[in-house]
């Protein structure tokens, strides 16, 4: 790391590359996880015989975990470094994948949501660091830039999670729910169990990566990024009380962690449901089939990414992306109301209007902290609002449930693009507003 001078305000002269891609393929790594867990929405589902309400409890054990680490692992890394959170959930991450092993054993509901929800544990401590490290390994100005391109990182860990459960998991011509109608219970029950041991499967694999991933990170040297004193040491760590106050003080952080909320909310509960709208759309399908969607779903969540970083070099981020919000809403209204399976492509292109929310609603929120010392909580907080993905499925399931429409049911998230649309207006004006300040100040300067 010659050359690299780190700032007062935690932020470096210049980004170091190698440690910059390193951190980046950490953001695969958590997409892997979460979207294998709409792979075994459906597989649970029918296994377990569950409501969609009760198989949406996947999504409510995994983000619950996030929920209830993060405040804890920031307290680790503003007390130790990234790194060392980063290490952390690394083994975090190992020891839940491994749980799968004797959860497909055990062979309960259960059992596995604990599995998930160790996995969520890991997950927590590195989105709470490689978000915000991210955002601050390397020069302020491009911060939001940064984390878009580290971001632009997790389809592709989508895409692979999809496919492993697609091949592993899903088994060539078998739909279970068909299969199982003309079983007895016994025959169900011992079918149910042979379907299982294919879920730890993909965790197999997974574990092996992020061995060595974890092995990459403990041999490279990283900055600190951490906020420095004016005689050059690190400053002190404000309480948890302190900061909470100062947190709870900033109306545009507030207004910043419920879009954050309801947009990770909006996105799990989509993607959750794509495999089951397909399969109830199109009942020759099977799941192996419909899982394509998720495929197609994750690739153009991809390329929606690279569109919106080239609009956003252009446009503010928050134009981009308050015209991206208005469109999904029209959009999932669609998927919502129309009974065929063009449906489920509208579901697919949500996708591409979903790529640069969760990066750019992070970073701004962020950049609403001032005083860089409550940047590690303020992190933290941002990341436990990933609980809206515990949320807004279950609610997803509820009204499914109560109308008995899985479809009808895209609504609720259809009301969270909504308010994300509110959201980036508001960041607009006021955006706006202070570029119209500061030209004036500048010319009140130069008279």
């Known amino acids: 790391m010659k050359n690299i001078i780190q700032l ?3 932020y470096l002269n210049k980004t170091p590359i190698f440690q910059f891609i390193l951190l980046s393929l950490l953001f695969p790594l958590w997409a892997a996880a979460a979207s294998l867990n709409d792979i075994l929405i459906t597989q649970f589902k029918h296994v377990f015989e569950l409501s969609d309400f009760a198989s949406a409890l996947v999504q409510s054990a995994f983000y619950g975990g996030y929920f209830l680490i993060a405040i804890p692992a920031s307290i680790v890394i503003r007390k130790t470094t990234y790194k060392f959170g980063i290490i952390l959930g690394l083994l975090f991450y190992i020891a839940g994948c491994s749980l799968f092993f004797p959860a497909s054993q055990i062979a309960t509901y259960t059992m596995f949501l604990f599995a998930l929800f160790s996995i969520a544990i890991g997950l927590g401590f590195l989105e709470t660091a490689a978000n915000t490290y991210s955002s601050m390994i390397g020069p302020r100005k491009y911060s939001i830039l940064r984390l878009n391109i580290s971001q632009t990182f997790h389809p592709i860990g989508a895409i692979s999670g999809i496919l492993l459960g697609k091949y592993l998991v899903f088994q060539e011509g078998i739909n279970i729910e068909e299969k199982m109608k003309g079983m007895s219970h016994s025959e169900a029950a011992a079918f149910g169990r042979e379907m299982l041991q294919h879920t730890l499967q993909p965790y197999k694999y997974m574990i092996f990566v992020l061995v060595a991933i974890l092995i990459l990170f403990i041999i490279t040297k990283f900055p600190s990024c951490k906020p420095l004193e004016s005689n050059g040491e690190q400053g002190k760590v404000p309480s948890v009380k302190e900061t909470l106050s100062h947190l709870a003080a900033n109306k545009r952080y507030r207004k910043g962690i419920a879009a954050q909320f309801l947009y990770v909310g909006m996105q799990v509960a989509i993607w959750s449901f794509t495999i089951r709208l397909a399969l109830n759309l199109d009942s020759s399908l099977d799941e192996r089939t419909a899982s394509n969607f998720m495929v197609y779903s994750f690739i153009a969540y991809f390329i929606g990414k690279f569109i ?25 209204l669609y998927v919502a109301f129309v009974p065929n399976i063009t449906a489920v492509y509208g579901a697919i292109l949500i996708s591409v209007l979903l790529g640069p929310c969760w990066p750019t609603i992070y970073a701004e929120t962020l950049e609403t902290v001032k005083e860089k010392k409550y940047t590690e909580m303020a992190g933290a907080i941002l990341v436990m609002s990933i609980i809206g993905g515990a949320v807004v499925p279950a609610v997803h399931g509820v009204i499914s449930d109560s109308v008995g429409s899985l479809q009808t049911a895209f609504i609720v998230p259809a009301a969270c693009f909504l308010y994300i ?27």
């Open 308 to 332: 919106a970083n080239f609009l956003m070099t252009r446009y503010s981020a928050s134009k981009v992306l308050f015209y991206y919000s208005l469109i999904g809403t029209a959009v999932l």
């Open 421 to 447: 649309a509110y959201y980036f207006y508001n960041e607009m004006k006021i955006q706006d507003q202070q570029m119209m300040n500061e030209t004036e100040w500048q010319e009140q300067k130069a008279l």
């Open 8 to 10: 007062p305000d935690g």
